[in-house]
């Protein structure tokens, strides 16, 4: 099987264009055109600025992209500068951490609002709770009706003395 670098060189050949016909057509610069069909990634400072770069030549010239792809990440896996990384360190995540990233994607403002909803709906929950006990406590003591009996049996209140 070809690389990626022979089947976009041949790509083009076989579509009559030029290398600087390329470079107009996907903006891509001459030097990294060049460098792409003859393998040489070294002028690219990142993956990231390789993939893009084919995956852009490889749709101008109506190539199977997915094959294309697949078979750069083959052979960007077999380079050591651009292979994957190693992770920074062996620990794994733990829910604090998963818990911390989601906060860090939060909307401050929305999350304020919905905490200012949440005290509001709780409050109002404890308003009724506290209500609603103090009413059983209150219904729950049979106090007979009050009843009015005068102190003195005389038809006037009593005059304060001076």
Do not use: C
């Not at 893009?52 to 750069?72: E, F, W």
């Not at 380079?79 to 401050?108: G, I």
């Not at 403002?109 to 919905?114: E, S």
């Amino acid at each position: 099987m070809s690389t990626v670098a022979e089947q976009l060189r041949a790509a083009r050949e076989a579509q009559k264009l030029t290398v600087q016909q390329i470079a107009d057509m996907t903006k891509i610069r001459t030097d990294h055109i060049n460098a792409l069909e003859i393998g040489d990634f070294s002028v690219f400072s990142a993956p990231i600025y390789i993939r893009g770069s084919v995956k852009n030549y490889a749709t101008r010239l109506k190539l199977d992209l997915p094959q294309i792809m697949a078979a750069l990440d083959a052979e960007l896996g077999r380079t050591e500068k651009f292979s994957e990384p190693p992770p920074l360190s062996d620990v794994t995540k733990t829910p604090l951490d998963h818990v911390t990233f989601w906060l860090a994607k939060l909307n401050m403002k929305m999350a304020l609002a919905a905490a200012a909803l949440l005290g509001l709906v709780l409050i109002i929950l404890l308003v009724h709770t506290v209500l609603k006990h103090s009413h059983k406590s209150d219904s729950s003591v049979k106090v007979p009706p009050a009843r009015y009996e005068p102190a003195n049996t005389g038809d006037t209140l009593p005059l304060p003395k001076r």
